[in-house]
């Protein structure tokens, strides 16, 4: 139900042509359009994705509600957990980190769409 993807890789950014779709203090999405790689940074976690896996993991997670996947982590605070490809490696959210990181997807696709009007 819950489905997201993640790759942990280091690899060159040299050819990069890095485009911030949408940026604040805790999360920056940003795309190449050499590679097709859409890039999620946060807390320390960074999410590639091709653009056709994140409009996958856009799609499966949007109409998600925070409330139906409630758990509680052992200090006590209500988090929804999602699990990646990785078993061992699960992303973790607020109620705050989750709608924040909703919100800045929302945006980020929104500037794509700006910027391939304005670009092709
Ligand atoms: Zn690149």
Redesign the pocket.
């Known amino acids: 139900m819950i489905f997201a993807l993640i790759c942990l890789i280091a690899k060159s950014?040299l050819?990069?042509?890095?485009t911030v779709l949408s940026q604040n203090d805790n999360i920056t999405i940003a795309q190449?359009?050499?590679?097709k790689?859409l890039n999620i940074w946060r807390a320390g976690v960074l999410m590639n994705f091709s653009f056709d896996q994140f409009e996958v993991f856009y799609q499966s997670t949007k109409k998600l509600s925070f409330d139906d996947y409630l758990e509680n982590r052992p200090d006590g605070k209500e988090v929804v957990i999602l699990s990646t490809p990785l078993p061992d490696i699960s992303l973790v959210f607020t109620r705050y980190e989750w709608e924040e990181f909703f919100h800045k997807v929302d945006e980020a696709l929104y500037m794509r769409r700006i910027y391939e009007m304005v670009h092709f």
């Open positions: 950014s050819m990069c042509q890095t190449c359009n050499n590679c790689v």
